[in-house]
Every structure is written in structure tokens, then in C-alpha cells.
Nanobody
Framework: QVQLVESGGGLVQPGGSLRLSCAASRSIPSSNTMGWYRQAPGKQRELVASITSSGSTNYADSVKGRFTISRDNYKNTVYLQMNSLKPEDTAVYYC?????????WGQGTQVTVSS
């Protein structure tokens, strides 16, 4: 079973930056998609960004131009560089990995953007 562990969350001021990391416990099938979702209190979980094993990316409109998703296939790790953070980015961020017979989620990491 694939296990995903997120790290890098924390408290940051508006306009600041954070870099989230998500490491998989083992290799996943070569054709896969990894992504970041977030969920704020009282709101639905939403896709923030995703990246395929070939490098194709997709971003939510709300983060486009501010966030960058990347991955290291050799380390089985996906990253989310978050710049120009806004209070509305505050949420628990979850890592996800999807492939044939795989749909794994991390435990979540809290990101709080506040003065």
C-alpha cells in the first residue's frame, strides 16, 4: 500500500511563501498523476494543482500564476511551491497519488496565511 506523507505547512504572512513536499513510501505505477488538494473549514475539498508522470500540469484558477507544482520521479516526491500567499489560501493541504489500482491520500498539512 502506498503511503503519502506531507510536510512544509505552517504559518506565514500574506505575501509570503511556503513549499510543501509529499513523499511516497514506495514507487507508484509509471503512468500516474500526483496532486495537491485543499480543504478549508466548512468548504469542499478542491483540487489545487496536479502533475502527471510526464510533466503535464493543471492548476486551479485561484492559484494560477502563484503556485507551482513539480515532482521528482526518482524520489517519489511531489512539491508545491506557494508564493504570494493570501488569507484565502488557508486550508489543510492534502497530497494525492492516482494510478491503476492506486488512489492514495496523505494525512494533510495545515497552511495558515495570517498577519
Amino acid at each position: 500500500q502506498v503511503q503519502l506523507v506531507e510536510s512544509g505547512g505552517g504559518l506565514v504572512q500574506p505575501g509570503g511563501s511556503l513549499r510543501l513536499s509529499c513523499a511516497a513510501s514506495r514507487s507508484i505505477p509509471s503512468s500516474n498523476t500526483m496532486g495537491w488538494y485543499r480543504q478549508a473549514p466548512g468548504k469542499q475539498r478542491e483540487l489545487v494543482a496536479s502533475i502527471t508522470s510526464s510533466g503535464s500540469t493543471n492548476y486551479a484558477d485561484s492559484v494560477k500564476g502563484r503556485f507551482t507544482i513539480s515532482r521528482d520521479n526518482y524520489k517519489n516526491t511531489v512539491y508545491l511551491q506557494m508564493n504570494s500567499l493570501k488569507p484565502e489560501d488557508t486550508a489543510v493541504y492534502y497530497c494525492n497519488a492516482r494510478a491503476s489500482f492506486v488512489n492514495a491520500w496523505g494525512q494533510g498539512t495545515q497552511v495558515t496565511v495570517s498577519s
